[in-house]
């Protein structure tokens, strides 16, 4: 599946800080899955973002948020297909405070303080990622203008 140039343009300033160095508006669709073009990513930002590419370009399912809380500690994980590293932070609203938390391996932990009840995920939208509600609407939306059984 291939991804449009704002798709990997868009999700790549989060991360890498990319668009304060290099924000190209529009791109020929070869150049956003070539080597060269992560080259220049990864030279640009001075890491290296083949994950982002291998996530978003090259697989056709998005990468999905799986969390688990435990006492006070919040537990997030990234899964992508073939189980590759996808290092993406995730920011998180609790209560009024908001943290970025770090997810090097696909893998991050974060503190709640006592009291705090409202954890809000990526509340900002910033994250092209598979959300359940979306799908379960698709579902709806799809089965709902379907036409009737029997009608003509």
Known sequence: ?????W???GMGRGPSGMARTYTPTRLPPSS???RSYVAIVNQVTGRDYGWFF???????ALPHLETHRSGDVLSLEWRVP???PFPMPVEVKVGDRMETVPMADGH???????GETT???DPRSKILRQLDGIDRFQRWRKASSAPAAGAR
């Open 32 to 34: 956003t899955v070539s």
């Open 1 to 5: 599946m291939m991804a449009p140039a």
């Open 108 to 114: 991050g932990r974060l503190t709640i303080l006592a």
């Open 82 to 84: 073939g189980n590759r």
């Open 54 to 60: 291998d996530a978003y370009l090259r697989e056709a």
């Open 119 to 121: 954890i809000t995920l």
């Open 7 to 9: 798709v990997s343009v």
